[in-house]
């Protein structure tokens, strides 16, 4: 049997298995990550404000200080001295953990290994996969948003995000732009997304926050429309393509799956519900729960991926933006034009002060809010 099984190698579960070198001492056996894929490549693009330490910092490749938001025609641009939103490739990210894993004699990962399912047997696990059974003392669940989520109001971010390189150099690296809404808003919240690597290249994605994700075709040929229409581009070549459906709920339960049986990542409520944005908040979650399993010296539930408080605020959010969709690109808008860049770059990342809360919340609209908390009371109490 083995000591410990952490089922799907993503950004968690791989994340995990690096951070367990930390840790190996309380490894009594060998770990094992089980990985459906049976190959790596660079899938998707984690974006984040660098405001938090974590052991890849040094994968980053890109860099904003500055960043805006439009709406009716209008620009917010903002900028912090402070905070860069940095951009870290997923290929160099499973390239380095796999590489600090294999330094690692006790742990194995098993590519091309699907899960089929797993329950408690005797003092561990049963794992059932397309290459056999397996057993484990404990499991560790990190299959993103496969594991439900206990999703009641059925929102999802769906986007498809293109690498462009445009045949005139048009563009200003300086300057990201988080949210462009003039677009067609009838099939949802929708905009673009536009990251500026050179003033000839770009990470561009279409995105919506709606119910139910399109036929891919749908996103490239806004993509095209918009650059066509906000710069003029009517040729650029496709240097690669992500696609994403995130759900918005928020899904961190103290739940465990069993005795012995733990989720972290996506699959551990690490998804900040009203953005999607996931990467430093599973690098947290990972570290502290670590910190937990030294001073416990045991096994222990892993921590809540961000404070309480921010998912009720989240959930209040997301509620607001369920029964509003229409008004949600002026809230957001007004969000970036009202709040102090800092402050509010604090809020999105989960780490702000009692006064970037309050700041956030002069902001959002007032009568509308306190009726989605209102609203949602029931379903979040208890
Ligand atoms: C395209 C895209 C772009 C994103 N961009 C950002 C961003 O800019 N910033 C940000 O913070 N967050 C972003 N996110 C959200 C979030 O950071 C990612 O989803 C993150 O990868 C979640 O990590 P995870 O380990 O929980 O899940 P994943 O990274 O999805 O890992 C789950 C793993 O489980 C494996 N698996 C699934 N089923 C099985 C099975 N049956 N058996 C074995 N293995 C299995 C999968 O192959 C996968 O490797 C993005 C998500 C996507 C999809």
Not at 182 to 206: C, E, K, N
Not at 224 to 230: I, T, V
Not at 235 to 251: L, Q, V
Not at 346 to 366: E, G, H, W
């Amino acid at each position: 049997m083995d000591e410990l099984t952490i089922i799907g190698g993503g950004c968690a579960g791989l994340g995990l298995a690096a951070a367990l070198s930390e840790a190996v001492e309380h490894l009594d056996g060998d770990a094992l990550l089980l990985e459906g894929r049976p190959h790596y490549g660079y899938d998707r693009t984690w974006c984040y404000w660098d405001l938090e330490e974590h052991p890849y910092r040094r994968l980053e490749r890109f860099h904003w200080r500055r960043w805006k938001v439009r709406y009716q025609g209008r620009e917010v641009v903002q900028a912090s001295e402070r905070y860069r939103y940095a951009l870290l490739p997923s290929g160099l990210y499973y390239r380095e953990t796999l590489s600090r894993i294999n330094a690692l004699a006790k742990i194995h990962v098993e590519r091309g290994c699907e899960v089929q399912g797993y329950a408690r047997e005797g003092k561990g696990w049963r794992i059932d996969t397309n290459r056999g059974h397996r057993h484990s003392k404990v499991l560790v669940e990190a299959r993103g948003t496969f594991a439900e989520r206990g999703d009641r109001r059925g929102l999802l971010q769906h986007f498809v995000g293109q690498y462009l390189h445009l045949s005139e150099p048009i563009l200003d690296p300086g300057v990201a732009t988080l949210m462009d809404f003039d677009v067609d808003q009838s099939r949802g919240i929708h905009f673009i997304y536009m990251l500026p690597l050179t003033h000839d290249s770009a990470y561009v994605a279409d995105t919506y926050f709606g119910h139910a994700a399109m036929e891919r075709e749908v996103y490239r040929s806004n993509i095209r429309a918009w650059l066509r229409e906000r710069y003029g581009v009517t040729r650029c070549d496709t240097d690669g393509e992500e696609f994403g459906a995130i759900p918005m709920s928020c899904g961190y339960s103290r739940r465990r799956l069993g005795r012995g049986g733990f989720a972290v990542g996506g699959a551990g409520g690490a998804i900040k519900a009203s953005s999607g944005y996931a990467f430093c908040a599973i690098q947290r979650q990972i570290g502290n729960w670590l910190n937990d399993i030294r001073r416990n010296q045991c096994w222990c539930v892993p921590p809540p991926p961000r404070a309480r408080g921010l998912e009720w605020l989240d959930r209040i959010f997301l509620s607001y933006m369920y029964q509003h969709p229409g008004r949600m690109p002026a809230v957001f808008t007004r969000l970036f034009e009202t709040c102090e860049p800092d402050a509010l770059v604090r809020f999105l990342s989960d780490r702000p002060t009692a006064a970037d809360v309050a700041q956030v919340i002069r902001a959002a609209p007032p009568l509308g809010m306190t009726l989605a908390a209102l609203r949602g009371l029931p379903c979040w109490v208890g």
